[in-house]
């Protein structure tokens, strides 16, 4: 299974896919090898949304491109899913339906009103 996650740190915002979040956050933040470029000048990453449950690669990175076209930081990549799954039924023209991916939404509590669709709170602070 793999998911795609925002993370925010400050009022940079980063999107990213892993299968394995706990290492890769710990990349992120440092306190192992290979955190990402981007991440690498900025500490305290922590997450704020996670779409859980891509059955493979390929459907994750196309989540993760779709939102890294939207608006930028944390509030605008947030306000973009929501309208952006408001109105289409797929991540690209190529994926799968979205309904049928049977993903689950986790969110910061203090992001939770910014989606107007069934979310899970996200424990993480």
């Known amino acids: ?37 981007y991440t690498s000048n900025r500490d305290s990453w922590y997450p704020v949304l996670i779409i859980d449950g891509f059955q493979d690669m390929k459907s994750a990175m196309q989540c993760e491109w779709r939102l890294k076209r939207g608006k930028k930081g944390v509030d605008g990549r947030i306000r973009y899913l929501n309208d952006y799954l408001l109105k289409n039924d797929k991540w690209t023209s190529k994926s799968d339906l979205i309904i049928n991916q049977n993903l689950t939404y986790y969110i910061d509590d203090d992001y939770k009103n910014e989606l107007s669709f069934d979310t899970k709170e996200l424990y993480w602070k």
């Open 1 to 37: 299974m793999y998911l795609v996650y925002l993370l925010k740190s400050d009022k940079y915002s980063y999107v990213g896919m892993t299968n394995n979040f706990t290492r890769r956050l710990r990349q992120h933040n440092k306190e192992i090898k290979g955190g990402a470029r």
